[in-house]
């Protein structure tokens, strides 16, 4: 597993979540939208190569996406 992966969740401590190729998802968030800004505040403040990412199908099981940068990721930035 990725140390920045590894890292974030050590410190976001998600009550569920699915290991992925490219990241975890996180699943059952009781409010999305700060659990989506916690996790981005922490990808931030430990400057992890991470991106917090959700679309309307998450919506069903409360869920999002915490996946790792692709090269293309971090050329745009």
Not at 51 to 75: C, I
Request: glycine share 4%; net charge negative; hydrophobic share 45%.
């Amino acid at each position: 597993m990725n140390t920045d992966l590894q890292r974030f969740i050590e410190k976001f401590q998600p009550n569920k979540f699915k290991l992925m190729a490219q990241g975890v998802e996180i699943r059952g968030a009781v409010d999305l939208h700060n659990a989506m800004k916690e996790a981005r505040m922490l990808i931030e403040r430990f400057q992890l190569s991470l991106t917090v990412n959700h679309n309307a199908e998450m919506l069903s099981y409360q869920g999002f996406e915490v996946n790792l940068l692709s090269v293309k990721d971090v050329e745009a930035a």
